[in-house]
Nanobody, 118 residues
Framework: QLQLVESGGGLVQPGGSLTLSCAAS????????IAWFRQAPGKEREGVAC????????YYADSVKGRFTVSRDDAKSTVFLQMNSLKSEDTGMYYC???????????WGQGTQVTVSS
């Protein structure tokens, strides 16, 4: 079974940058679409960015467009979320999710905490 492990979270000042990683163990991510979600305290989980394997396109939430970038290294079975110009409202637990094409099975990582604060 696919397992995802996020890393790279931490404390950063407003305006700073972080790069999150989502590594898959034991499987290639070639046949998976990958999405990043975040959840702030007291709020619902929201989608941040998605790389859709079906159409090869990348989608971003309006709140992060122009600041966040998704990339993937299939050889390393790893997906990255580059976050620049971070704001306090970007604070939250960040999760990656892999969705298997054709079957739509979803797999979630355990999350990594991002805190943007001065």
């Amino acid at each position: 079974q696919l397992q995802l492990v996020e890393s790279g979270g931490g404390l950063v000042q407003p305006g700073g940058s972080l790069t999150l990683s989502c590594a898959a163990s034991g499987y290639s991510l070639t046949y998976y679409s990958i999405a990043w979600f975040r959840q702030a305290p007291g709020k619902e989980r929201e989608g941040v960015a998605c790389f859709n394997t079906n159409d090869g396109m990348t989608y971003y939430a309006d709140s992060v467009k122009g600041r966040f970038t998704v990339s993937r290294d299939d050889a390393k079975s790893t997906v990255f979320l580059q976050m620049n110009s971070l704001k306090s409202e970007d604070t939250g637990m960040y999760y990656c999710k892999a969705r298997r094409i054709y079957t739509n099975e979803d797999y979630w990582g355990q999350g990594t905490q991002v805190t943007v604060s001065s």
